[in-house]
């Protein structure tokens, strides 16, 4: 056990020395997918535009008090308004009014029903690429919506708190977070192809490898330096020239 544990930590410690090599290569990709994530996102990534607009639904009053038993129902049913704020009844309505070419589902998927905790206030988000049409269909569902709640919940009253107004600033994309997000994945992208290459790679380098591949022992290891090389090569292109002297005698 100690020794599969201390072969392993050799491992990590040859993989993590093989990818400092490969630093080169693990930064240039990086650098390249940040790079890709963030020209992609701006000329490919359509801007949005999120706006909201808030309504306060009063259940029950007395002599216009609120009583304790709104909030506890508020907590129950906010399910129930939201399910009546994104259902057919309403964004059927708002697309025929704003003579939208979509279909309900479609612009059901734009609106997000929110609600602070322990109120009777509800927040309509909507996003689109267009920030006037965002600000002109919250502002329509809210609308649609009170008198749906008012008729079908039998509430007192459906007040608006503040109209959706045009946003100036887009919402999503986000550049940033996708360049980070782009150099990140062509990391573990690299660093994982890296570690494939260095695991299935079974050349024999060092006196270790000859051992726990082979299960055999060496005898001893002969070093090799650049000074060598060059002293073998040159000998060898000698040998060479002498074999090519004795040809052209021999003619």
Known sequence: MERNKEEMEIDLLELLYYLKKKVIVIV?????????GF???KLFVALEYTTNTRMYVLNRSNENN???????????VMNDYKALITGQN????????????????????KIQVTSPENTRVLQINITDTNPQMAADIANTVREVASAQIKQIMDVSAVQTVY???VPQEPSSPNAMRNTVLA?????????????????????????????????????????????????DASRAS???SSKRASARSAQ
């Open 28 to 36: 240039a990709v990086c650098l390249v997918c940040a790079v890709a």
């Open 39 to 41: 020209v992609g996102t």
């Open 66 to 76: 609120v009583v304790a038993s709104d909030f506890q129902v508020a907590a129950y």
């Open 90 to 109: 309403v964004t059927k309505e708002v697309i025929s009014r704003l003579g939208l070419d979509m279909k309900p589902s479609a612009l059901s998927a």
């Open 163 to 165: 109209e959706a107004e």
């Open 183 to 231: 150099a990140t994945l062509g990391l573990v992208a690299v660093i994982g192809i890296y570690a494939v290459i260095y695991i299935l790679d079974e050349t024999i380098r060092t006196e270790e490898d000859v051992t726990r591949y082979l299960g055999l022992g060496t005898l001893g290891v002969i070093p090799m330096s650049t000074e060598m090389s060059v002293l």
């Open 238 to 240: 000698k040998k060479h």
